[in-house]
């Protein structure tokens, strides 16, 4: 069993930064693809980013793609999103996901990860 908590959301402006932070208990911390998506309001939950369940690869939803950076502690066992360049658009509660058999090609699907953070809200607004 997985526990995720997810810390970091507020209210930055456009153009601002604002880092994500997924903290994760229970184990194997290691053995998990892990992943980013976010729900903008009145919209479907979306892909940000993910590593691979080896943590060999990461890949990014175009939208963030030069703007967003995932990264991991394995000593902490927590994971980031550093958002730079904040638009109104990334509005959305921000949630990290870990899955136990997320097989590559199935990394942007919200349905193959079996445990969830209860989410954060990042708001872009000036």
């Known amino acids: 069993q997985v526990q995720l908590t997810e810390s970091g959301g507020g209210l930055v402006q456009p153009g601002g930064s604002r880092r994500l932070s997924c903290a994760a208990s229970?184990?194997?911390?290691?053995?998990?693809?892990m992943g980013w998506f976010r729900q903008p309001p009145g919209k479907e939950r979306e892909f940000v980013a993910a590593?691979?369940?080896?943590?060999?690869?990461?890949y990014y939803a175009d939208s963030v793609k030069g703007r967003f950076t995932i990264s991991r502690d394995n000593a902490k066992k927590t994971m980031f999103l550093q958002m730079n360049s904040l638009k109104p658009e990334d509005t959305a509660v921000y949630y990290c996901?870990?899955?136990?058999?997320?097989?590559?090609?199935?990394?942007?699907?919200?349905?193959?990860?079996?445990?969830w953070g209860q989410g954060t809200q990042v708001t872009v607004s000036s």
């Open positions: 229970g184990s194997p911390y290691q053995a998990y693809a």
């Open positions: 590593f691979s369940r080896t943590g060999g690869h990461i």
């Open positions: 996901a870990f899955g136990p058999g997320v097989i590559t090609s199935s990394l942007r699907l919200p349905n193959q990860y079996a445990y």
